[in-house]
C-alpha cells in the first residue's frame, strides 16, 4: 500500500475512534447531570400547552391512582408526571424532565385501564433510563456550543424534536423489561399489555409500532407471572379516564 493511503487510513480510523470515543463519553455524561435539572430544563418548554387536556376531578384522581400504583422506590428524584394530550394516533411518549404523554387516542384504542398501565409502566422505564436525555445528548451538545456564539435558534427547535424521537433497538428491549417488572410489583396484570402488543400492527405506523417485533414483545408479556393480580383501575375509573378529553 502506498504510504499515502495508509496516512489517509490513519487519520479516517483516528476520527472514527474520536468520534465513538465522544458518543460514549456523551452517553455518560448526560447521567452526570441530575433528574431534577433536567425537569428544570422541561419546565421551561411549554411544547404541548396548545393540545393538553385539562382533566375533570374525577378522571384526575383515576390517573394519579394508575401513576401512583406503577411507581417504584426510587421514582421520586425522576418526577414522573402524567399527561393527557389529544392525539388521534394510538400513542404515549415520555418527555424530559419525568413527563409522560398519553394520547387520547390510546385511552380510546385501548380495551381497559390494565392495557394503558403497560403501556404507561414501558414510559416510566424510558424516564428511569433517561432515554431521552441518552438520544438527544449529541444534539444538545451542538445546541448549546451554537448557543455560546449568540445562535439560540438550535436549542429552541432541538426541544420541538424531542416528541417525535424514536429509541434504539435496545433502549426499547429494556423498556420492555422493566414494564414488565413493573407491572409484577404493582400487581397489575400482563396479559393485557399482551393483548395490546398483539393489535399494534392495527394502529398503524404509530411510533409504538416502531418498538421491537409486536409478536415477540406479546410473548414476553404473556409469559410473565403476576401474583393476586387486581385491575389498575376500577370500572368507573377507567370509565372517568377514558371519556375526559373527546378530540
Ligand atoms: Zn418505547
Redesign the pocket.
Known amino acids: 500500500m502506498e504510504s499515502s493511503k495508509r496516512t489517509g487510513l490513519f487519520w479516517i480510523g483516528g476520527a472514527l475512534i474520536i468520534a465513538a470515543l465522544l458518543a460514549a463519553s456523551l452517553n455518560w455524561a448526560v447521567t452526570l447531570i441530575p433528574p431534577t435539572v433536567e425537569t428544570r430544563w422541561a419546565r421551561k418548554l411549554p411544547v404541548f400547552n396548545d393540545s393538553e387536556c385539562e382533566l375533570p376531578k374525577d378522571a384526575a384522581v383515576a390517573l394519579e391512582k394508575l401513576r401512583k400504583r406503577l411507581l417504584l422506590p426510587g421514582d421520586d428524584e425522576f418526577s414522573i408526571s402524567l399527561r393527557i394530550v389529544r392525539a388521534r394516533e394510538v400513542n404515549a411518549f415520555a418527555f424530559l424532565g419525568g413527563s409522560i404523554y398519553i394520547n387520547t387516542g390510546l385511552l380510546k384504542g385501548a380495551f381497559n385501564a390494565d392495557e394503558v398501565a403497560g403501556v404507561v409502566a414501558?414510559?416510566m422505564a424510558?424516564v428511569r433510563n433517561r432515554d431521552v436525555l441518552h438520544s438527544i445528548s449529541g444534539r444538545l451538545v451542538t445546541a448549546i456550543l451554537l448557543a455560546q456564539i449568540g445562535e439560540t435558534s438550535g436549542l429552541a427547535n432541538l426541544f420541538t424534536q424531542v416528541a417525535n424521537l424514536t429509541?434504539t433497538r435496545s433502549?426499547?428491549e429494556a423498556?420492555d423489561r422493566s414494564a414488565i417488572s413493573r407491572l409484577q410489583a404493582a400487581h397489575i396484570a400482563t396479559q393485557p399489555l399482551a393483548n395490546f402488543f398483539k393489535r399494534l400492527p392495527s394502529f398503524g405506523p404509530t411510533m409504538l409500532s416502531d418498538?421491537p417485533d409486536s409478536e415477540s414483545r406479546s410473548q414476553m408479556a404473556a409469559s410473565a407471572v403476576v401474583e393476586s393480580p387486581t385491575p389498575a383501575l376500577s370500572e368507573d375509573e377507567w370509565n372517568a379516564l377514558k371519556t375526559a378529553c373527546a378530540l
Open positions: 414501558h414510559e424510558h429509541f433502549q426499547e423498556a418498538h
